[in-house]
T-cell receptor
Framework: RKEVEQDPGPFNVPEGATVAFNCTYS??????FFWYRQDCRKEPKLLMS???SGNEDGRFTAQLNRASQYISLLIRDSKLSDSATYLC????????????FGTGTRLLVSP | GAGVSQSPSNKVTEKGKDVELRCDPI?????LYWYRQSLGQGLEFLIY????????KSGLPSDRFSAERTGGSVSTLTIQRTQQEDSAVYLC??????????????FGPGTRLTVT
């Protein structure tokens, strides 16, 4: 089983739609969770950290469910500029401080 | 403020040659990370530095790969006797710390390496 798993998509949604991505992680001891976005041929950019209580940043809401070992990202009122690949990122807390990146979920927002 | 910078942005080299990739982290960031991303693939962790030491080298693909960091700042990733499978984008990231929000990693634009 992969350490971090995501549905690769693509998710095709119209502008204004609400879309949600889930990501599962295998190590129950994992700490520190993040969502990054990556545009084509660009470096990943931090979108938001994911806190245990859930957190919101404008149109973006992140949730963590430790019992089921998944993280979610909700995007409301999708914009064309939201089209990108969204990477789920986890620190598996295996004794070394490294992050494990999912392979990403591709989002395409159309007019 | 200035972000993570990497050089060169593109590098084309012949199989068997050595290459050096450079990363200049965000000022004040103590941790530095190297990843690579092959076309259409996810990020593959290579190595990270805490200060000048590298506690985890487990991601380095072979002994042809090495990295160093001096002065707690600039890092160099060296690939000796390059092979075609080394072709990828090599990404560097830095973070202020290694816990909680300080662990947020910020990436440089990457070096696109092509081995012919």
């Amino acid at each position: 089983r992969k350490e971090v798993e995501q549905d690769p998509g693509p998710f095709n949604v119209p502008e204004g739609a609400t879309v949600a991505f889930n990501c599962t992680y295998s190590n129950s001891a994992s700490q520190s969770f993040f969502w990054y976005r990556q545009d084509c041929r660009k470096e990943p950019k931090l979108l938001m950290s994911v806190y245990s209580s859930g957190n919101e940043d404008g149109r973006f809401t992140a949730q963590l469910n430790r019992a089921s070992q998944y993280i979610s990202l909700l995007i409301r009122d999708s914009k064309l500029s939201d089209s990108a690949t969204y990477l789920c990122v986890v620190n598996p807390n295996t004794g070394f401080q490294k992050l494990v990146f999912g392979t990403g979920t591709r989002l395409l927002v159309s007019p | 403020g200035a972000g993570v910078s990497q050089s060169p942005s593109n590098k084309v080299t012949e199989k068997g040659k050595d290459v050096e990739l450079r990363c200049d982290p965000i000022s004040g960031h103590t941790a530095l990370y190297w990843y690579r991303q092959s076309l259409g693939q996810g990020l593959e962790f290579l190595i990270y530095f805490q200060g000048n030491s590298a506690p985890d080298k487990s991601g380095l693909p072979s002994d042809r790969f090495s990295a160093e960091r001096t002065g707690g700042s600039v890092s160099t990733l060296t690939i000796q006797r390059t092979q075609q499978e080394d072709s990828a984008v090599y990404l560097c990231a830095s973070s202020f710390g290694l816990a909680g929000p300080t662990y947020e990693q910020y990436f440089g634009p990457g070096t696109r390496l092509t081995v012919t």
